[in-house]
């Protein structure tokens, strides 16, 4: 079964602009959670998704969004882009969650100029 | 606010020792835990889970020990080996939201 897997892999942007990222989730996962790494600020949740439903929510700006299609694929959005938003951003997947074992892909690596 | 954290951020030993990294979490309402182990240019990879109506649970080479009467989790690798060479990190999860809160992470060398 193939595991999580995240588009693209790598990105630059400059300040100012928006960014899409893609994830998909392992085969009959309905859960996609985001996740921000940062070396300052660790791992830090974004947001999760169940059935299209945004269900939790972490702590960060209204820059950041998401969503989740009928199929369980998920894209996050940052506006208006920030150098403090140079992170790797990791989506995970479980099968219904609340709680769940999650299986991170290997992330988006986000670089802002 | 919500926290997990670590009390060693890097941990050397030799291969063959057996390793311990040790976690602190804060949130009582927390019933789930999970180790992953991250390496470089990876995302973090599933190592062992535990919920808290257990104390222990063993996986291969690895055990997780869990003691919520001072919200400590740890956990054990026996015969450490070269591979094992990454950024550990312990989570749990509330008991009522599927969202992860990581501890800060700590980084085990293994040396020959």
């Known amino acids: 079964k193939a595991g999580v897997t995240q588009t693209p892999r790598y990105l630059i942007k400059t300040r100012g602009q928006q960014v899409t990222l893609s994830c998909s989730p392992i085969s009959g996962h309905r859960s996609v959670s985001w996740y921000q790494q940062t070396p300052g600020q660790g791992l830090q949740f974004l947001f999760e998704?169940?059935?299209?439903?945004?269900?939790n929510k972490g702590n960060f700006p209204g820059r950041f969004s998401g969503r989740q299609f009928s199929n369980s694929r998920s894209e996050m959005n940052v506006s208006t882009l920030e150098l403090g938003d140079s992170a790797l951003y990791l989506c995970?997947?479980?099968?219904?969650?609340?709680?769940?074992?999650?299986?991170f892909g290997p992330g988006t690596r986000l670089t802002v100029l | 606010g919500e926290s997990v954290g670590l009390h060693l951020p890097t941990l050397s030993v030799q291969e063959g020792d057996n390793s311990i990294i040790n976690c602190a979490y804060s949130?009582?309402?927390?019933?789930?835990f999970i180790w992953y182990k991250q390496e470089s240019g990876k995302g973090p990879q599933f190592i062992i889970d535990i919920r808290s109506n257990m104390d222990k649970r063993q996986g291969q080479r690895v055990t997780v020990l869990l003691n919520k009467t001072v919200k400590h989790l740890s956990l054990q690798i026996a015969a450490t080996q070269p591979g094992d060479s990454a950024v550990y990190f312990c989570?749990?999860?509330?008991?009522?939201?599927?969202?992860?809160?990581f501890g800060t992470g700590t980084r085990l060398q293994v040396f020959p």
């Open positions: 989570a749990e999860t509330p008991s009522y939201t599927d969202k992860l809160i």
């Open positions: 998704y169940f059935s299209e439903t945004q269900r």
């Open positions: 949130n009582s309402a927390s019933d789930y």
């Open positions: 995970a997947s479980s099968l219904q969650g609340d709680p769940d074992t999650q299986y």
